[in-house]
């Protein structure tokens, strides 16, 4: 049986890590899913996340400001997310089906307000310098099986998870890997996402 995953990047947009990101998804014929934060989607990034959208791509929420959402109230939660929706929805006519929260930090609040299937996922710390291309491969190796959800960062001069794509992408399309976006992925599993769990991979079943 065929076994499927997703990569997903968080927030970009920008007009410097994204496009070389998307360069790599068409070179391998993949499509991924896009964690966007709300202030980062300017009128030339924006540009850049529709060629993502129109490459098969998914559009998600990761939050206006990027800010610790548990030290925030109910309104400002909601804030937060409804400038990120509405600016999204502007690029695809969709608003947002799923959120990656702020350093995947949760709470009752942020669950009780965010209407949305809030993703987690696999990562490999590629946000620090000193954390190598081949690292950050290695360990995204490692953590891979059917149902995972990868998380890696597009930020502005993130070359290093560029290069990493080039050993991740090859590596699980030879172990019979399929890529899919997030969307994608639960009703390749037959999975209908629930609200409550903070999803690392499709078939968790924990609630938070």
Sequence with gaps: MKKHIALTFDDGPNTDTTPRVLEKL????IPAAFFLVGDNITPESAEVSRAAFGHGCELCSHSRT????TELTAEEIRAETE??????????????????PPYIAVNNVMLDT???????????ED???EVTAKMRAEKILTQAENGSIILLHDMRGNSRTVSALDLIIPALLNDGYEFLTVSELFAAERVEPKRG???SNVLQTEIY
């Design 26 to 29: 068409k070179k391998y014929g």
């Design 66 to 69: 990027h800010t610790a959402m």
């Design 83 to 100: 400038f990120t929706d509405s600016k999204i929805k502007e690029i695809t006519g969709e608003v947002p089906r799923f959120f990656r």
């Design 114 to 124: 965010i209407d949305k299937i809030f993703i987690a996922g696999i990562g490999a």
């Design 127 to 129: 946000w620090l310098d």
């Design 197 to 199: 769990i903070i999803y």
